[in-house]
């Protein structure tokens, strides 16, 4: 636009200066600035003022043109010094994580939260979640990356993060089931299923907490001696977070079910459920307490030890199996009591599926035998204690084998009645279920989605780096894995989206915070390279299925391909080096999360 502003000079008189200037918007909620793209002059300087005002006209109209066709010429002063803010990088691949943050209407909630502080309690909300998904480190360590998002402006303190934790875990609850509701609407909760697990983070800390905190030693899936919190997860059909429940280290898994299972009853309005989970959570109690509450069950079953005696005879009678070499599998009906009070119990009944698989009963042999090698060695070279996992094939007599006699010392040497013993379990699995209506292929279809809920948890523990744990208080520890958990959530609605084109949350990653600028001047925007990690050629498998090769692809990028996967889903197209600070806000205000509800997921 042309501006034409008064000057006044020392001798009092006035002249026109006749400049070409540009408006733009630095940000949400930010005044509009102009900046100078060429000044002409005074106007009273001019011989021919109406031409010189042509020749300025015609000058706009060209460079209104070339903002259209996003022509930008930028010019950098050579001293500008190289840790300037016209030098920062800016991460805009947030956007996409920040729509879902959005949809899940997180901010209005947290804006209608009574609270006394000067701090947004969303700003640090949005702005841990956000880190905790593209650069996890501790709090602290996170705050100090507080301006490297383009177009925010957060404002608040290190202090101001731990008291908002606080908060946070007063809220935890609500927030969840108000997180629930909104999934509910944007893409319809399948919650016919409730897969549930347990697994369980450590601190960085050598020395646990007072009796009934979260930092307990307990049995550490990662063989830890630190302390531990143990986490309880729902998660529908959809590989979506329904809930979580925290519980001390020492809380044993099984003992996780019924409490998890009885909040997410009574706060998520759900109706009956059919809890899909492993042998670790079934139990006798865990059974009961599903049956009594009209619920019903999809878990697998022990074959070893005492437990799993009663279907032994069913199991190694060859006949009466339907299948082939490679799979088959015996489905029949059982009765079985359950305890409606301690005084009452009545007979149900359920079908119980029992499986061989060839696959797994090699997969079984190999570990084994990788084992039964090592405690060789180690009885070789006299460190029979060291190896744990290959320990358990040891055995410890005073007997000598060849003669009979009772030595003085102890001798060790390889089980082979425990290895025989183990070997006629190989590839045997089973699966009880409560649902009289099942196939077997049923059973096992419902059964083999319990993965996901595995690989959601490795995703928090690598991915999100939910542990090592650093802070100590209880409600801080509540905060904490509450922005753990909405992370998770967040990621696994982008990978919902995603559909068909499903990405990995660590290629996600990777796409996003690839996604980053340079603002040279007050309204350019340079735009790095997306880019960076060459595809491998793809090959077909021997069962047709493709699969990447060894050799990579001069022609093809993984990271600029994932990126175009993302922004085809999220229906929005930026494909350029340098935008004007206008143009890319436009464009970030594009990226919305919208998907048709009720949609399959492949």
Known sequence: MIRKDKIKFRDGTYKTQIRVVKSYRPGPKQTPRQVTIKSFGYLEDQEDRKGFLKTVERFDEEQKRRTKEKNIVITIPVKQKNNSIYNRKYNYGYRFLESIYEELGIREYLESVEFKGEYSLNEIFEFLTLKRILRPDSKRGT????????????????????RALDKYSDISVKLQRRISDKVKEIIGRDSTYAFYDVTNY?????????????????????????????????????????????????????????????????????????????????????IDYIVNQNDGYVVSQILRGPKGKRYHDIMFEATGYLGNEEFKYKLFEEEYEVSINRNKKVIKRRKVLICWSLEDSLYAKRKRQEKIERANKNLQNNVYSINHSAKEYVTTTNIIKSTGEVSDEAIHQINYNRIEDEERFDGYFCIITSELDYSYKKILEVYSQLWRIEESFKITKSDLQTRPIYVRTQKHIEGHMLICYTALLILRLMQYKLGEQEVSVDRIKRVLNSCTCVMPNDYVVLIDEIGGELCFKEIEGLNGEKKDSL?????????????????????????????????FNEYIKSIKYKIKKNKKRP
């Open 143 to 162: 705050i100090q990356e507080i301006r490297q998002f383009y177009n925010k402006e957060y404002d608040f303190s290190l202090a101001d993060v731990y």
């Open 202 to 286: 450590y601190f960085e800390t050598d020395f646990g907490g007072e009796k009934g905190t979260y930092q307990q030693k307990g049995v550490s899936k990662e063989h830890r001696i630190s302390p531990i919190i143990q986490l309880g997860l729902f998660m529908d059909s959809n590989n979506i977070p329904i809930a979580m429940s925290t519980f001390p280290g020492n809380t044993s898994d099984s003992k996780t079910l019924q409490p998890a299972m009885k909040d997410i009853k009574e706060n998520y309005g759900l109706g009956r459920l059919i809890v899909v989970a492993d042998k670790g959570l079934n139990t006798r109690g865990n």
């Open 551 to 583: 050799v990579y692809d001069e022609d093809k990028d993984q990271i600029r391909q994932d990126y175009q996967k993302i922004q085809k889903a999220y229906g929005v197209a930026f494909d350029y080096s340098a935008s004007s600070r206008e143009v």
